[in-house]
């Protein structure tokens, strides 16, 4: 029973010191540059399904405060909040604006998109809403919002150079969420270091609607 024992929490240490790991080296990967100490940023966050009620996803609830805070470091910031609704929902946009509100993010500082269905379409979707601003960043969790620069610059490789990290990693933040995060990116894993690989899933739903515009 103690060898049992041991042999399960021996395991469950190393799927969150290795997710850990996974998790740190994507949150500075290429491509992005570390954000530029003055201009304006524009930050697109990356959207996730709420839950079946409706209420805040505990992936949504990171990922909004990791816009949040991404948000708190540049001087002149916007943040866009992405993601469609399903069956009438409210829309995952939405519902992260809304606790983004909460957190204290000003109206006039957020916009939305809210016809995305998928991570490709959350970056297609988002970026003409900040292509304005200096710089631009993608917040998520860690290896998600490195999967997602790849795509902006497979969509938009006009924007290298202006594509920066955002606040999107902390040592051991919601480790249980890093894990099972971890293992579902890694069907994704191409290299983060490069541009390359498989260009992301679209929806097969074309999406419809209007976005919301941010201001410069």
Known sequence: MIA????AVSAIVAAVAGAELLHWR?????PAIV????????IVVLGFPSRRNGRLHPIQRWRTEIGARSLASVANGFVVFTGGSFRGRVSEAETMAAYASRLGIPGDQIGLETTSRSTWENVSLALPMVE?????AIASDPMHAARARRYALQQRPDLRGRLV??????FMERWWLKVPTA???LRFWRGLTSTGGPAGRRSRRA???RAKQAPI
């Open 4 to 7: 049992r024992l041991a042999v």
């Open 26 to 30: 994507a949150s500075r990967s290429a």
């Open 35 to 42: 954000a530029p100490p003055s201009g304006s940023c524009g």
């Open 132 to 136: 304005t601003y200096d710089s631009i």
């Open 165 to 170: 990290f955002a606040e999107n990693y902390r």
């Open 183 to 185: 293992a579902y990116e």
């Open 207 to 209: 999406p419809t609607g």
